[in-house]
């Protein structure tokens, strides 16, 4: 599993500066859980991609110390960090379902999913701007998309500085604290921020993922309770390599009811 992608974090550029971090987010909501430690999530309301008057959109992180997941069987000694993206059904979300939305690879980023087949918007050719998708699956569902297991896309266990060259073959992301300065970037190499690259924090397998992925889903179902559907299903949908995640967190998060 590449735990590197091209979209990973912020790429950013600066000059004369031996540190690159992304900007810190303003405008953040953080609510940190009731019943477990160090458990919290962090969000922001926005109309990025879905410009739909009244439709709301929220992105952000739910984050889980360390040995969160040790109650499933899972060692968990680093910090899970998952991106999420959620949009409102564009028809009377307090009575739509929700479907959850995972790209497979294993490695890849749902925000493919979301920014190139059935998210509420599509990038321009300026890469610079989006349009509108009409054909969204949102407009009948809320959808919540989710950069899954831990270091995939948006997620991350603890942010590095480095380096990508995509003309690399292997495509890895070379950690470099750049105190002999900062490289200069260009289309195909990339300065910037990323997880940690440490194989050993991350899901090892498609059943830990899933066991992951129900802790996720637990915090953000208490900070969202007006999206629980009313009959209390929930769509999982991928694909590729969610051949496999999909049956097994579905019958994972059976079992846990």
Same mark, same amino acid.
């Given at each position: 599993?590449?735990?590197?992608?091209?979209?990973?974090?912020?790429?950013?550029?600066?000059?004369?500066?031996?540190?690159?971090?992304?900007?810190?987010?303003?405008?953040?909501?953080?609510?940190?859980?009731?019943?477990?430690?160090?458990?919290?999530?962090?969000?922001?309301?926005?109309?990025?991609?879905?410009?739909?008057?009244?439709?709301?959109?929220?992105?952000?992180?739910?984050?889980?110390?360390?040995?969160?997941?040790?109650?499933?069987?899972?060692?968990?000694?680093?910090?899970?960090?998952?991106?999420?993206?959620?949009?409102?059904?564009?028809?009377?979300?307090?009575?739509?379902?929700?479907?959850?939305?995972?790209?497979?690879?294993?490695?890849?980023?749902?925000?493919?999913?979301?920014?190139?087949?059935?998210?509420?918007?599509?990038?321009?050719?300026?890469? %610079? !701007? &989006?349009? @509108?998708?009409?054909?969204?699956?949102?407009?009948?569902? $809320?959808?919540?998309?989710?950069?899954?297991? +831990?270091?995939?896309?948006?997620?991350?266990?603890?942010?590095?500085?480095?380096?990508?060259?995509?003309?690399?073959?292997?495509?890895?992301?070379?950690?470099?604290?750049?105190?002999?300065?900062?490289?200069?970037? %260009? !289309? &195909?190499? @990339?300065?910037?921020?990323?997880?940690?690259?440490?194989? $050993?924090?991350?899901?090892?397998?498609?059943? +830990?993922?899933?066991?992951?992925?129900?802790?996720?889903?637990?915090?953000?179902?208490?900070?969202?309770?007006?999206?629980?559907?009313?009959?209390?299903?929930?769509?999982?949908?991928?694909?590729?390599?969610?051949?496999?995640?999909?049956?097994?967190?579905?019958?994972?998060?059976?079992?846990?009811?």
């Amino acid at each position: 599993m590449r735990l590197s992608t091209k979209c990973l974090l912020l790429t950013l550029v600066g000059l004369g500066s031996a540190q690159f971090f992304p900007p810190t987010p303003e405008g953040v909501t953080v609510v940190k859980s009731k019943t477990q430690d160090g458990v919290s999530i962090s969000f922001k309301e926005h109309g990025i991609c879905e410009a739909t008057p009244g439709v709301k959109s929220y992105a952000g992180y739910v984050r889980l110390p360390p040995g969160v997941v040790d109650d499933l069987g899972v060692f968990q000694n680093y910090t899970i960090n998952t991106f999420f993206w959620f949009f409102e059904s564009r028809k009377d979300p307090a009575n739509a379902p929700l479907s959850i939305w995972m790209n497979g690879g294993p490695g890849s980023s749902s925000m493919i999913g979301l920014l190139q087949e059935n998210g509420p918007c599509n990038i321009n050719y300026d890469s %610079n !701007s &989006t349009a @509108l998708n009409p054909y969204s699956w949102n407009n009948e569902v $809320n959808m919540l998309y989710i950069d899954q297991p +831990n270091q995939v896309g948006l997620s991350y266990d603890v942010l590095v500085n480095g380096t990508q060259d995509l003309l690399n073959p292997s495509g890895d992301v070379i950690v470099d604290d750049f105190t002999s300065g900062v490289p200069k970037q %260009n !289309s &195909t190499f @990339l300065v910037g921020t990323f997880p940690s690259q440490l194989l $050993n924090s991350s899901a090892n397998g498609t059943t +830990n993922s899933a066991r992951t992925l129900w802790h996720m889903a637990q915090v953000w179902f208490q900070t969202f309770p007006k999206y629980k559907p009313n009959d209390g299903r929930v769509s999982i949908w991928t694909e590729s390599y969610g051949g496999h995640y999909g049956p097994a967190f579905a019958a994972f998060f059976e079992e846990q009811n």
